[in-house]
T-cell receptor, first 111, second 115 residues
Framework: GENVEQHPSTLSVQEGDSAVIKCTYSDSASNYFPWYKQELGKGPQLIIDIRSNVGEKKDQRIAVTLNKTAKHFSLHITETQPEDSAVYFCAPTDSWGKLQFGAGTQVVVTP | DAMVIQNPRYQVTQFGKPVTLSCSQTLNHNVMYWYQQKSSQAPKLLFHYYDKDFNNEADTPDNFQSRRPNTSFCFLDIRSPGLGDAAMYLC??????????????FGSGTQLSVL
């Protein structure tokens, strides 16, 4: 089965600084790589995703990079704001839609 | 507008008293999932439906059952809740109509307390 490692488990950043979270996976059948954001008391929401034929994708202040050879992908948040404070999960997914969540990263953005 | 709706938002039950959580979706998605999420942990898949086909995870206790009477609704039944079943229960959907539709849509969850 898929083995997913997500680092760091907690990340504290000053408002305006950048945050980077890394996810490493083991299943070479994974070909879809989403990041979900979960705010307190809510369900996870997709914030950005990337497919295996793309190396990088950007959406305003967030970006995802993928290194399929090394089996890792990363979430990058620039110019962090207090509303970026949440738990972030990576969830590498195979063609059948079977996914494995990482353990999550608690991001705290301090003003 | 909410697309995956879970009711109730908070549920309190007694030890051993059966409880049912509900999920409805307006997306007409084929696949519906139930996840259990304990504090500071990742969501853990309990089971899912692809249309009417039920798929149970190997480590899901028999105490957890599910029903999907139609495309829009899915229920999670906990037959005899124990203290260890206190958690957030998340419903999610996926279109499931072929390639490039792996995105999951989550509801806001039901927080279950067991007294």
């Amino acid at each position: 089965g898929e083995n997913v490692e997500q680092h760091p488990s907690t990340l504290s950043v000053q408002e305006g600084d950048s945050a980077v979270i890394k996810c490493t996976y083991s299943d070479s059948a994974s070909n879809y790589f989403p990041w979900y954001k979960q705010e307190l008391g809510k369900g996870p929401q997709l914030i950005i995703d990337i497919r295996s034929n793309v190396g990088e994708k950007k959406d305003q202040r967030i970006a995802v990079t993928l290194n399929k050879t090394a089996k890792h992908f990363s979430l990058h948040i620039t110019e962090t704001q207090p509303e970026d404070s949440a738990v972030y999960f990576c969830a590498p997914t195979d063609s059948w839609g079977k996914l494995q969540f990482g353990a999550g990263t608690q991001v705290v953005v301090t003003p | 507008d909410a697309m995956v709706i879970q009711n109730p938002r908070y549920q309190v039950t007694q030890f051993g008293k059966p409880v049912t959580l509900s999920c409805s979706q307006t997306l007409n998605h084929n696949v519906m999932y139930w996840y259990q999420q304990k504090s500071s942990q990742a969501p853990k898949l309990l089971f899912h439906y692809y249309d009417k086909d039920f798929n149970n995870e190997a480590d899901t206790p028999d105490n957890f059952q599910s029903r999907r009477p139609n495309t829009s609704f899915c229920f999670l039944d906990i037959r005899s809740p124990g203290l260890g079943d206190a958690a957030m229960y998340l419903c999610a959907t996926r279109r499931g109509q072929g390639a490039l539709d792996e995105k999951l849509f989550f509801g806001s969850g039901t927080q279950l307390s067991v007294l």
